[in-house]
């Protein structure tokens, strides 16, 4: 509580600390401290501007270092900023000893995807969930999820073209990707994407880069001298054709040669994969017959696939626990604390993976 003199509006009496207790001041010692208070006023103001230049100084090498940073993450694509786990706890609410909710976003940045498109099983499931993601989904990731998927792209498209494998499903999601962002970029001021505008435009523009890359590569002829396709009987070579489920590999294994020509053309390796995909009520509606009085399988196939989805096969998916509420690749144990851990286990397609965050 300050001293207050007679008159309450005064600033109070003046009082210093000695060894033998506190003293009220006089005018007389005010007299002689003045020229050693001033005194230390002025190098109190020194050692002030002294600290001042010191903080700017500072201020100015952490603001270029946080700046190199930056530039660094904005051109170094390689760069991580996603974990990668092998399972992750999904939770759909909060709880006493959970707080918020897994989106798509932060469940696309913790899986391990960049390892999972090395893997041959699992490289057709991480490009499909890309597809998907590029079709509808891609507003709704967070900046970083948006920039991690960037990365996995690139990625996928570099082992492409190092390995000359699957080329056509990259050539896909590539363009749908493409054909998703010219509709965002023009919504830029409607928070659709996260970032610059100039960031986007020269994302798209690696796309560009990344067809023409993917359209002049020319797949090299193996130089092993051993037996070929070709060389195998007639039987052999349509038992390999019928392991087949997309008509469109049919089709360029035909234009190798002509006699593969001739093998792609038998009716009963179409009407086989007729059947895989599309069910009997579904062939009914579209059913073509030729002048002969044959059905047109080949014909009814595209024209099938053009109405409806064709079923996925995937040799390694995403499983959910529905007791544990996690989210895990097949081959790689999570901590279950069920009985019999594999009858509350489902397999996860790629849009599944999808419908299960949405809340």
Known sequence: MPFLGQDWRSPGQSWVKTEEGWKKTTADDKNNNVSVQSFCKVEEEEEECFNKENLL????????AKKRKKDLMNNNTKVPYFHREKW???????TKERHGYCTLGEAFNRLDFCSAIKDTRRF???????ELIAKSQLPSLSGVAQKNYMNILERIVQKVL???QNVRPIKELLQTLYISLCGLVQDMGKSVLVGNINIWVHRMENILQYQQQLDSIQINRPTSTGMSL???PASLQLNIMERLSDGRDLV??????????????DRLLWKRLCQYHFTDRQIRK????SDKGHLEWKKMYFKLSRCYPLREQYSDTL????HCHILFWKDTNHPCTANNPDSCTTSLSPQDFINLFNF
């Open 252 to 265: 360029s294994l035909g234009q190798v040669c002509p006699e593969l020509g001739s093998l792609t053309e």
């Open 124 to 130: 057709n499931y991480v490009v499909r969930l890309l």
């Open 88 to 94: 992750i706890y999904v939770h759909k609410g909060s």
């Open 319 to 322: 499983h959910f626990c529905s």
């Open 286 to 289: 579209r059913l073509m017959v």
């Open 57 to 64: 100084l500072s201020l100015s090498y952490d603001m270029a």
């Open 162 to 164: 190092n390995d000359q």
């Open 230 to 232: 070709t060389d195998l």
